[in-house]
């Protein structure tokens, strides 16, 4: 059984459980899904998920209850993590504003509310790196990548900037895949591995 951490300090934590345990069951894995508010789950989970929400208020919750530390452990150990919008933004490494704490585990320069305000969301075919048909991207207030490490791999991008990477075992997003009934990004961050060797 696969233990899927959610960060559930904020931000959309239903639907990432369901979109990873959508994800599991079509690679023939059960998911148990923990729900993380406090510190000391982290290091029992397999992967990790860090969902959207407001970035500062996300960083400013982790260091509180110790989550941060954990997370920047899991990935050291080599643990997959998905993390979008605010999520990506939290775990880059320089989220140009100081209100937010990053991570660090994800070697990018991140802009936040880049594609504009909450009215200017929107929904877009993205074709992704890994993927045989467009991704259903849903933008909600999202953040742009500016700038990625030399190491990172850029997977998808719109209007000619990234919005989708892959930084070792990170995976990065600007849009929100948990709200779509398309599991494709879960399996690009925790599931193509074990396909692979499977």
Same mark, same amino acid.
């Given at each position: 059984?696969? %233990?899927?951490?959610?960060?559930?300090?904020q931000g959309d934590v239903s639907e990432h459980?369901?979109?990873?345990? &959508?994800?599991? /069951?079509a690679h023939g894995e059960e998911v148990e899904v923990v729900e993380i508010r406090q510190s000391g789950h982290v290091p029992d989970c397999d992967v990790l998920l860090l969902p959207g929400g407001e970035s500062t208020a996300i960083s %400013?919750?982790?260091? &509180?209850?110790?989550?941060?530390?954990e997370i920047v452990a899991h990935v050291e150990a080599e643990k997959p993590v998905l993390a979008t919008c605010a999520g990506?933004?939290? /775990?880059?490494?320089d989220a140009k504003d100081d209100r937010?704490?990053?991570?660090?585990?994800?070697?990018?320069?991140?802009? %936040?509310?880049?594609?504009?305000?909450?009215v200017d969301s929107f929904e877009a075919p993205l074709d992704v790196a890994g993927l045989d048909e467009p991704f259903p991207a849903v933008f909600i207030r999202a953040p742009v990548i500016d700038e990625v490490g030399d190491g990172v791999e850029v997977l998808a991008e719109?209007?000619? &900037?990234?919005?989708?990477?892959?930084?070792?075992?990170?995976?990065?997003?600007?849009?929100?895949?948990?709200l779509t009934q398309?599991?494709?990004?879960?399996?690009?961050?925790?599931?193509?591995? %074990?396909?692979?060797?499977?």
């Amino acid at each position: 059984m696969l %233990r899927a951490g959610v960060v559930a300090v904020q931000g959309d934590v239903s639907e990432h459980a369901a979109a990873i345990r &959508r994800a599991g /069951a079509a690679h023939g894995e059960e998911v148990e899904v923990v729900e993380i508010r406090q510190s000391g789950h982290v290091p029992d989970c397999d992967v990790l998920l860090l969902p959207g929400g407001e970035s500062t208020a996300i960083s %400013r919750l982790l260091a &509180r209850e110790g989550i941060d530390e954990e997370i920047v452990a899991h990935v050291e150990a080599e643990k997959p993590v998905l993390a979008t919008c605010a999520g990506l933004i939290v /775990a880059s490494r320089d989220a140009k504003d100081d209100r937010v704490d990053t991570l660090d585990v994800l070697d990018a320069t991140v802009d %936040r509310n880049a594609f504009g305000r909450q009215v200017d969301s929107f929904e877009a075919p993205l074709d992704v790196a890994g993927l045989d048909e467009p991704f259903p991207a849903v933008f909600i207030r999202a953040p742009v990548i500016d700038e990625v490490g030399d190491g990172v791999e850029v997977l998808a991008e719109w209007d000619g &900037r990234p919005v989708a990477v892959r930084d070792g075992v990170v995976v990065g997003t600007s849009f929100h895949p948990e709200l779509t009934q398309d599991s494709r990004i879960h399996d690009l961050a925790f599931f193509e591995e %074990r396909a692979v060797e499977a």
